[in-house]
């Protein structure tokens, strides 16, 4: 039995020992962990929720933000924490540069494209459903992430371009503004000028979709041997675009086929 008395004693020392250097650590730890932890997530909500009410930031990136705010963070928390039982944390930082650097280099590719994505999310020279011209490319937007951008064209092909080529380029946007102008070209004999000008203003003031301001304008371009070009200039909606510019070529063709122009 004093063997047994001995020993039970013997571990309680080493408990109270413990609890008495690393009880107050201990406790510490677990209190800073667990504020840290709501902290992180309070953090993620609210940014979440700020960029969402901007209704100017893409929702990928609102997502990839208030998640980084998280694990950033979480990560200041572990530190924290391993702080507090006295481990000396410069040296994981240091490691952590290190091996974060050594990422960095192997996927720098990867990472390109994924700083390509968040500029474009973030300037967003474009959006999901504008119609651009970019990498040499052209069709509708799709979709925007932070590796690709993602087009269809007008007969529905698929066309995936990474971040890095769409940002790098010039990029037209043709749904940026409400109003798009068309010019028609059309060649008239050089003694006609006049009266074909005459025609095609009848002709565009009957036109419902073309708009007044801008004012239309019809201009002379060239002449070749003996005939003149007229330039018929107007503006209509972006959304209008195909059908205004298909019923004028049709009704001013056949309002000079009736002129014999």
């Known amino acids: 039995m004093p063997d ?9 020392d080493i408990v109270l020992a413990f609890a008495t250097t690393y009880g107050f650590s201990l406790a510490g730890g677990i209190v800073i962990l667990i504020v840290g932890w709501k902290v992180a997530g309070w953090a993620h909500r609210i940014v979440g929720n700020i960029l969402e009410r901007t209704h100017k930031v893409d929702a990928t990136v609102r997502h990839f933000l208030a998640s980084l705010v998280r694990y950033v963070i979480l990560g200041f928390t572990l530190l924290a924490v391993l702080d507090r039982f006295g481990i000396q944390t ?12 050594a990422i960095g280099l192997a996927l720098q590719g990867t990472l390109t494209n994924i700083a390509a994505g968040i500029m474009l999310m973030l300037f967003r ?32 092909i698929q066309i995936l371009l990474p971040n890095t080529t769409v940002w790098g380029q010039s ?14 070209a059309l060649p008239v004999p050089s003694t006609e000028v006049a009266r074909a000008i005459e025609v095609a203003e009848t002709t565009l003031a009957g036109e419902s979709q073309v708009l007044k301001d801008p ?9 070749i041997g003996k005939s003149v070009t007229i330039v018929v200039r107007v503006w209509c909606q972006r959304e209008n675009y195909g059908g205004v510019r298909a019923n004028l070529i ?6 000079f086929d009736v002129a014999g122009l």
């Open 250 to 255: 049709r009704n001013l063709r056949a309002a």
């Open 90 to 101: 410069a040296s994981i930082i240091a490691m952590l540069g290190a091996a974060g650097l």
């Open 215 to 223: 004012k239309p304008e019809i201009v002379t371009t060239e002449m």
């Open 171 to 184: 990029i037209v946007n043709r749904s940026h503004y409400p109003t798009q102008r068309f010019d028609l």
């Open 125 to 156: 020279p474009f959006k999901v459903g504008d119609h651009v011209d970019v990498g040499g490319q052209s069709g509708v937007v799709r979709s925007i992430d932070l590796f690709i951008t993602e087009l269809v064209t007008e007969d529905n």
């Open 4 to 12: 047994v008395t001995q020993s039970v004693t013997h571990w309680s």
